[in-house]
């Protein structure tokens, strides 16, 4: 790595004072200061003085663009059309147990963009009206795995699996915080039943809801950043894009070479349910139903 890609993975991490970064990298001050200023003329950080002695660089937000996605093959397009932004945007992913711990990043300005249930994103938007879906992603990724035909049923809270969930009066529901726990908890026969999504609904033989409402969208407080209308061009277009094999497969790969480390075993999962996965071409503008 040299030291620009260094610098760049550093203020990912956020603002960051001139001398503490040159401290981080290993460098001089006047040798960083260099740099820095290139940097700064290509458009890929901004400083700003605050005092005689302090310089706060940061990442410039134009040209940047933080995701968050849950642990759901539903979010491949989502992959795609990142991989596909010109090379001026710098992006990083990250992969949550919940969407709830990933709306909060949002809200708080650690996330640019979020991937998830519609339904948490409403409650969200409730909380700041800043934080709106604007696209839709999804539907039909979700069902019903289960033993017996009564009992405890697990599922997670403000998702649209948490609504069907309730339809289902034979049961009792019992929350969970992320897909893993739901998964440990049926396996140890702690619950009867469980609301799963996919790519695990296939690979432990689930039965699949019939429900053909939208279940996930794209949720943003930077509607107008330059990066994300960027963004969501290229993610239209990979939404038809995973209608064809070939464009699931490089989805997959795409997956596996970025994310790998923290997603084994949900990749592994997604190349299994990927040969069956449907994706309907959805431009559905949500913020008329909002405003």
């Given at each position: ?283 559905l503008i949500l913020r008329e139903k909002i405003l």
């Open positions: 790595m040299n030291i620009k890609d260094r610098i760049i993975e550093t203020l990912f991490e956020g603002k960051i004072t001139q001398r503490e970064l040159s401290s981080k990298v290993g460098l001089s001050r006047s040798r960083v200061s260099e740099i820095l200023t290139e940097m700064e003329k290509n458009g890929i950080i901004t400083r700003m003085r605050v005092s005689d002695r302090t310089v706060i660089v940061s990442l410039n937000k134009d040209n940047l663009l933080r995701v968050g996605i849950l642990r759901s093959s539903e979010y491949a397009p989502v992959i795609l059309a990142l991989y596909s932004l010109p090379e001026n945007i710098l992006w990083r992913i990250k992969v949550y147990g919940n969407s709830l711990e990933a709306l909060r990043d949002l809200i708080v300005g650690d996330l640019d963009v979020v991937a998830s249930p519609v339904i948490s994103a409403f409650f969200f938007h409730l909380i700041d009206e800043n934080i709106k879906p604007v696209a839709g992603i999804a539907s039909g990724g979700s069902g019903l795995l289960k033993r017996n035909d009564r009992g405890l049923l697990g599922t997670t809270p403000l998702s649209k699996m948490e609504r069907e969930s309730r339809d289902r009066k034979n049961y009792k529901l019992v929350y969970y915080r992320d897909i893993e726990s739901i998964l440990k908890s049926y396996d140890e026969h702690k619950i009867d039943a469980a609301f799963i999504w996919e790519p695990y609904l296939t690979k432990f033989g689930g039965e699949k809801s019939a429900s053909g409402e939208v279940c996930c969208s794209i949720i943003t407080s930077r509607e107008t950043w330059s990066s994300f209308s960027i963004f969501m061009r290229e993610y239209k277009k990979s939404i038809d894009l995973m209608n064809i094999y070939s464009e699931r497969l490089k989805a997959s790969h795409l997956l596996s070479q970025d994310l790998e480390k923290q997603l084994f075993h949900f990749i592994m999962l997604l190349n299994i349910f990927l040969i069956r996965l449907f994706y309907i071409s959805l431009e």
